[in-house]
């Protein structure tokens, strides 16, 4: 199966605001340059899409052990049996999928102004906050197609629940361990089948490998559509801010969105 790779900092709103970003290197700290509105409204709001664009590409990690490049010959050198190795790419994906949609809101209450802290800044208080309906129905869209895989790292992370990744995942873990760290094992599954490591391991691996790919293509898209929006909503509110400003460091700062990507 061919891989997706992700990537987030390809849309021209992502661009605008680290362009914007430049003019904070005139300022020794942060506290200086927060005298001016319009800079730190263009600054902070570059560092949240800088942090939400960095959790998106960090999901190419999980995409990294999913598609590894050479494939291991061998996992008896690894430091992990090959179950082992589904389970760590799960866990990857998992924890950085959902944190995604953490990171868009963050960007959201920023663009807005909305005022929640980042630990308050959770989907069900931007969903009920003073933003246009469309964004509303964007996220809360982003929301229910996180749901499941949601539901999942909870249980992983706070129940100690594991993905099956094979109709008989207790063999396989058995089996793999045995193999790839032991001598091997050899038998029959529960269904009285005969034991095989690499057939469990492919099965297990080609269902990461399209699990990943669905999510992160509707991700990207959910995230293009999140930009558009939000690149007119910072024009909207960065405009007057600059047309205040008589520091003379807003060189470009008054260019206005020309097209959707």
């Known amino acids: 199966m061919k891989r997706y790779v992700v990537s987030s900092d390809e849309h021209s709103f992502v661009g605008r605001l680290y362009g914007l970003g430049i003019v904070s290197l005139n ?4 506290e200086s340059m927060c005298q001016y509105p319009d800079i730190k409204y263009a600054v902070d709001s570059g560092y949240w899409a800088d942090n939400l664009v960095s959790r998106v590409e ?11 490049e050479p494939m291991p010959s061998s996992f008896k050198s690894m430091p992990v049996s090959r179950y082992q190795w589904l389970t760590i790419a799960a866990d990857v994906f998992l924890v950085r999928y ?4 953490d990171c868009a809101l ?50 992983r992370v706070h129940h100690g629940l594991e993905r099956e990744f094979t109709d008989d995942d207790t063999t396989f873990r058995t089996a793999s361990l045995f193999t790839d760290k032991g001598s091997g094992m050899v038998g029959t599954d529960r269904y009285g089948r005969k034991v095989n490591v690499d057939l469990s391991f492919r099965e297990g691996l080609a269902g990461m490998q399209r699990d990943f790919n669905h999510h992160v293509v509707r991700l990207e898209g959910h995230l293009e ?37």
């Open 58 to 68: 960090s999901l190419n990690l999980a995409g990294d052990l999913l598609w590894p």
């Open 27 to 30: 300022f020794d700290s942060y």
């Open 225 to 261: 559509r999140l930009y558009d929006l939000l690149w007119e909503a910072f024009e909207d509110r960065f405009g007057p801010l600059v047309a205040k400003a008589t520091h003379g460091m807003n060189a470009n700062a008054k260019h206005r969105r020309s097209s959707a990507t």
């Open 98 to 101: 959902v944190s995604v949609i």
């Open 106 to 155: 963050l960007l959201v209450n920023q663009v807005f102004q909305l005022g929640f802290s980042p630990r308050s800044c959770t989907a069900q208080k931007i969903l009920k906050a003073p933003i246009p309906d469309d964004l509303r129905v964007l996220i809360q869209s982003m929301f229910d197609e996180q749901e499941l895989i949601r539901t999942e790292r909870n249980a």
